[in-house]
C-alpha cells in the first residue's frame, strides 16, 4: 500500500516537471521583445539591457530554464505587469472565492448528481431514466456562459420582488461586511508575516470566516451570493457524474454477486445501497476529481459572468490586459492543483478499493 | 400447392436471405447498428438540419450578417425581436431574432454563424485526430522509448484543465479564430493518440497482422491497411465527442475575445459582446447560446449513439 502511493507519487513527478517546460516553453515563445513585453514599449535600450540581465534572459537556454525552476520552486512567479505586485501575492489573494466556488459546485454536483444516476439506473428505460439522460445531455451541451447569463436574467430580473430572487453579482451585500475571524478574537498578527498570510486566506473564504465568527447574517448573504453561479458552475459536472453513476451502476448490477444477494432475499434497496452502490462509486470518483480540474477552467467563465473577483476573473483580466506573468503564473498554479488533486484521488483509492492493496 | 414447390420456395428464400447477408458490407451493417439507436438518430437529424443550414445560409438569412442597417430600416440598436406572426404590426421589419449592438439582423448572422461553428468543429478535430493518430500509431507500434517520450508528452498536455491550456496558448499565439482554432487542435491530440494507441496494441498482437509481416508487409503498409482500419469505430467515436467539445470551447474563447474577432458571426463572440445588455436585450444573448447548445448537442448525440452502435464496452472517460 505504502509502495502504491509512493510509486503514484512519483509518476507525478515527470508531469509536474512537464508542466513547468510547457509553461516556461509557452512564457519564450511570446511574440516580441520580453523586456517591452513586459516594462512597456517605452523602455529605452539601457533599461532593457539591464532587464535582461536581471532576469537571466542572457543565459543560454537551459539555464533560463534551471533559474525559472529555481523560482517557481521558491513560490515566486515573477511580477504582475500591471500591478507591480508578486503574482503569488495576487494568487494568494483570489484563491479562497475560487475555492470556495468550487467545493460548493463540486459538492452540489455529486449531491445531486449521483442520486439521479442511482434513480435512473434502479429505473432503467423509465420515463424518469429517459427524462434524466435527456437532461444531462443537454447538460453536457450548455455553455457555461450562456448558462450563468441566463440564470441571471431569470433570477435577478424576472423574479425581482419575489422571495426567489437572487443577487447577479458580488460576494456580499452592499452594507454587509465581512469581519475577518482575528479581528473578532482580537488576534494580534504583525501585517506582512508570513503567518497574516495564512489568516487572511482563511479570513477570506467568506463562509467559513462566518462560521467561526458565528455570524449568521452574513454567512446567509454569503450564501446567497453563491447560489447562481454555484449552480452555472456545477451544473456540466453534474450531468457527467449523473450519467457516471448510471451507466457504471447497471454494469454492476448485471454481476452474479449481485443477483446473488438478490436471491438470498435482500430488500432491492440493500442491495443497491449497500452492494453494488459500493462498486459503482469507484469510477464516479474518478470522474469528480477530473471534474474538479475542469471547474477551475469553467471558474474561468463563470466569475467573469457574476462579477466575482476570483482566480478565474483575474486570469480573463489578465489576458485581456496582457499581463503575462499572471497568465503563466495561474496556469501553471491551476495545472499543478489539478495534477495534485488528481494525485489525491488516486491515493485514496487504496482505502476505497480492498483490491489495490494486493497488487 | 405440393409440399415439394412448398421446400424449394423455402430454399429459394433462404438463399435470397443469405445473398443480402453477404450483400451487406461492414458498412451497410454498421449503418444499420448506428440507426437503431434513438440518441444517433436524433444526433444526426439535427446535425443535417444544421448542415443544410449552413449550406444554404445565402438562402434563408434574410440579410448580410455583416450589413448595418442604419438608415437602410427604421430599427434601433438591441432592437428586440419583431415576428410578424407573433402580433408584430405588419409595417415594421421582421427580424426572427431582434437587432444586435451594431444594428445588424441577429437571425441572419445566426445563421451564418452555423457555417462557422461547424468548420471549427470539422477543422480542429481533423487535425487532431490526423497528429493524435500518428502520434499514437508510433508510439504503440515502435514501443520503447518513442513510446515513452510521445506518452509523457501527452500526460503533461492532459494534465492542463483543456479551456485553461488553449487560453494559455492563444495567450501566445495570439488572440483571432486562426489561432484559437490551432490551439482547440493541439489541446485535442493527446484523446487521440490515446486511442489510436490502445488499439494498435491490442490489435498488433493479432495473428491476422503476424501473417502480414511474414508476408513481407512493411510497418507503414500494416499500420495504413490492417491495423488504422480496425481502429476506426473508436476514432470516430471519439472524434463526434471531440467535435462537441471544440464547438464549446472555440465558442469559450470567442466569448473571452480570444477566438473570432468581429464582425465574424461567430455564436460565442456574438454573446460575449452583448454579455453586459443580458437584462436590457436578453435575446443578443438567449439565441447565440441556444445555438451553440443545439449544435453541441447534436454532435453529444451522436457520439454516445455511435459509442453504443460501435463498441458497446467502450465506455471510456473523457475529459470535458
Redesign the interface.
Known sequence: MVQYIVRRILMAL??LF??L???FV??R???GDPCKAILGEKATQDVCDRFIHEHGLDQPIHVQFGLYMRDVLRGDLGDSIRFHRPVTRILIERLPLTLELGIVAITLATLVGIPLGIISAVYHNSPVDVLTMIGA??G????????G??L??VF??LLKGTPFWLPPSGRLSAGVVAVPFYEVYGMAVEQGAPQFYVYEFIANLYILNSIITANWKVLGDAVHHLILPAVALST?PMS?IAR?TR?SLLEVLRLDYVRAARAKGLPKSAVVLKHALRNALL?VF??IG??M??I???A??TE??FGLAGVGRM??EA??ARD?PV??GF?LA??VG??AINLLVDVSYVFLDPRIKLK | MSPVSDATEEVTKLRSSLEDYRANSLWRLMLRRILRQRSAIVGLVILGALVLVAIFAPLLAPYDPEEVLIGVEPVTKRQAPCIHLLGCPADQPQHLMGIDGNVRDQFSRIIYGTRVSLFIGLTTISFAIIIGTTLGAIAGYAGGWADNIIMRLMDVLMAFPSLLLAIAIVNVLGRGLQNALLAIAIVNVPTYARVMRASVLSIKQNEFVEASRALGGGPVWILFRRILPNSLSPLIVQGTLGIAGAVLEAAALSFLGLGAQPPTPEWGAMLGSERNQVFSAPHLVFYPGLAIMITVLAFNLLGDGLRDALDPRLSGVVRH
Do not use: H
Open positions: 515527470p508531469v512537464g508542466i517546460l510547457v509553461t509557452l512564457a515563445l511570446i511574440p445531455n443537454i453536457v451541451s450548455m455553455p457555461v456562459f450562456w448558462l447569463l441566463m441571471a436574467y435577478a430580473l456540466i457527467i457516471m451507466s469510477p474518478t470522474v477530473l471534474q480540474g475542469a477551475f477552467a469553467g474561468v467563465l467573469t459572468i486570469l480573463y489576458i485581456t503575462y497568465v503563466q496556469t491551476i495545472a489539478y495534477v
